[in-house]
């Protein structure tokens, strides 16, 4: 079953349309990156997932339920929304062990998800004292609390050492690969690259694209093919369109086997023949320019 489904889901706050239309799914066993700039919608959406915000129009649910409605929710659903929105008085064990007791789970189960964020040693300590990346290794402790099959986190590196960076992304990639649904907001382009199957693109509330990584990268109009030759002017010539550089071809609009068709049929020899694909941060900037909130 679908593990998340927005259908035509809509949020207005007063004049402001926060997010309109929007229809999308998160399948389990893929890690699914939610992008988009700033003001785009995305944490509003994640709000309305989890019942915190309710819909103007349309409708979300959960494993074919709305959150409200499942029985344990924590069990169901984990998130990470905001680290810092803790009781800063309690220790790190004591702020799982309130969660784990308003869906009976375990209190042995506080000391599992302490060890495998890394916080064990500093358990007894306040949160409030916390740096944000400790913040963020609790927040992703109590998101996996209940052993979820979903799981929800909104900018789960932030703050997050490169250390601390790798492991969340293994940590995702595992997860998923466990068959869970993982639902990831994040601006780093470079981490989503590594990490995501799938993306959801908003941008100004409404959906850009809803596809894999590669096909999103695909959609953007910098990838090229990249030639080399020692007759380059000849091919050059018979490509027509390509751009011409001292030591190289940069065509568009051509895949490298119609290049190499064609040149191996007029006779000229070629060094290189290499499509070279724009990075994701790339593409993403070309297709959400038009739905920037702020530019400078």
């Known amino acids: 079953m679908t593990a998340i489904r927005a259908t035509n889901l809509s949020k207005q706050y007063g004049k402001t349309a926060a997010v309109t239309d929007l229809s999308f799914d998160v399948e389990p066993g893929q890690v699914t990156g939610f992008l988009g700039p700033n003001g785009a919608g995305k944490s509003t959406t994640m709000r309305m997932i989890l019942g915190l915000d309710h819909p103007t129009g349309g409708r979300v649910v959960v494993d074919g339920k709305p959150y409200a409605e ?18 800063g ?157 001292p030591d190289h071809l940069r065509v568009t609009g051509m895949e490298p086997l119609e290049i190499g068709t064609a040149t191996a049929r007029a006779g000229l020899p070629l060094e290189e023949l290499t499509f070279v694909r724009p990075s994701l941060e790339a593409a993403y900037m070309e297709l959400t320019k038009d739905s920037l909130e702020f530019t400078s």
């Open 70 to 87: 499942l029985k344990h929710p924590l069990r169901k659903v984990g998130a990470l929304l905001d680290a810092k929105a803790v009781h």
């Open 89 to 245: 008085g309690r220790s790190a064990r004591n702020h799982l062990l309130a969660i784990a007791q308003s869906n009976a789970i375990p209190a042995s189960r506080a000391e599992e998800v302490l060890e495998l964020v890394g916080l064990s040693q500093v358990a007894k300590r306040r949160v409030g004292g916390f740096s944000l990346g400790m913040s963020q290794r609790l927040g992703i402790a109590a998101a996996l609390l209940g052993d979820p099959e979903i799981l929800l986190f909104d900018e789960p590196v932030n703050g997050l050492d490169p250390d601390g960076i790798l492991w969340i992304r293994t940590l995702m990639r595992k997860l998923a690969a466990d068959g869970r649904a993982v639902f990831v907001s994040s601006h780093l382009m470079s981490e989503m690259a590594q990490t995501a199957d799938h993306l959801v693109v908003i941008g100004k509330g409404r959906l850009i694209a809803d596809t894999s990584v590669q096909e999103f990268i695909g959609r953007s109009s910098q990838g090229y093919v990249r030639v080399r030759s020692p007759r380059l002017a000849e091919v050059a010539e018979l490509i027509k369109g390509g751009e011409l550089h």
